[in-house]
C-alpha cells in the first residue's frame, strides 16, 4: 500500500525567506509524486509532479522539488517566499492507476 | 485551464436526511472523477472512483449504500449522503480527470457538510 508522510505540520516563514517542506512516500513501485497547494475557497492546485527522468522538478509560482530515491524523499523548496505563498501544501503519491494517497499536509504561514 | 465547480460550498442538514452534492467539470470532459473526504488539519481521503456510465468503485471502508456516487454524464457526478448523521460532517472535495491514462487530476474547491 502506498503512504505519504508530511513531517511538519507546520511552518512560519518570513516573506523573502526560503521554503522547503517535508514529504516521505512509501510505495513498492516507481512512484508518481505530485505537490498541490489548497488555499481557502479554492480547489487543490497542482505545483508539481514526477513521473521519472530529472530528478530536480520545475513547477509553478516558483516551486521546485527533488526525488531521491534512496531516501524516499520528494521535498518542496522555494528560494523566497511570498505573502501569497500562505497555504495548505499536500505531498501525494499516485499508483499506476492515478489514485492519490495524500500526505497530512503542512501549512505554511508567511510573516511579514 | 480545466475548471471543477461543486455545489452547494456549505450545507447543512439535519440528522437523518440526504444531501446531494454535484461535482461539475466545466470545459473539459471528465471520463473520471473522484470523491474525497476531508477532515479538518487531516488528508485528503479517497472514498470513491466514479466513472462515467458505470458503478463507482469505493475504496475498503467507505459504505456504499450510505454514499451513493452517480457519473450521469462526462461533466456531472454527484454524491448523495443518505441519511447523514453528525459523524458524516466532513469537507468532501471532488476530482475529475481528462483521460483514462490521463495522471492530472483537478480539483473542486470542496463542499462543507455539517449535520445537526
Known amino acids: 500500500a502506498q503512504s505519504v508522510t508530511q513531517p511538519d505540520i507546520h511552518i512560519t516563514v518570513s516573506e523573502g525567506a526560503s521554503l522547503e517542506l517535508r514529504c516521505n512516500y512509501s510505495y513498492g513501485a516507481t512512484p508518481y509524486l505530485f505537490w498541490y497547494v489548497q488555499s481557502p475557497g479554492q480547489g487543490l492546485q497542482l505545483l508539481l509532479k514526477y513521473f521519472s527522468g530529472d530528478t530536480l522538478v520545475q513547477g509553478i509560482k516558483g516551486f521546485e522539488a527533488e526525488f531521491k530515491r534512496s531516501q524516499s524523499s520528494f521535498n518542496l523548496r522555494k528560494p523566497s517566499v511570498h505573502w501569497s505563498d500562505a497555504a495548505e501544501y499536500f505531498c501525494a503519491v499516485g499508483n499506476y492507476d492515478y489514485k492519490l494517497s495524500f500526505g497530512a499536509g503542512t501549512t505554511v504561514t508567511v510573516r511579514a | 485551464g480545466a475548471v471543477v465547480s461543486q455545489h452547494p460550498s456549505r450545507v447543512i442538514c439535519k440528522s437523518g436526511t440526504s444531501v446531494k452534492i454535484e461535482c461539475r467539470s466545466l470545459?473539459?470532459?471528465?471520463?473520471?472523477m473522484f470523491w474525497y473526504r476531508q477532515f479538518p488539519k487531516q488528508s485528503l481521503m479517497l472514498m470513491a472512483t466514479s466513472n462515467e456510465g458505470s458503478k463507482a468503485t469505493y475504496e475498503q471502508g467507505v459504505e456504499k449504500d450510505k454514499f451513493l456516487i452517480n457519473h450521469a454524464s462526462l461533466t456531472l457526478s454527484t454524491l448523495t449522503v443518505t441519511s447523514a448523521h453528525p459523524e458524516d460532517s466532513s469537507f468532501y472535495i471532488c476530482?475529475?480527470?481528462?483521460?483514462?491514462?490521463?495522471?492530472?487530476?483537478?480539483f473542486g474547491p470542496g463542499t462543507r457538510l455539517t449535520v445537526l
Open positions: 470545459d473539459f470532459q471528465a471520463t473520471t
Open positions: 476530482s475529475a480527470r481528462i483521460g483514462a491514462s490521463t495522471d492530472t487530476q483537478y
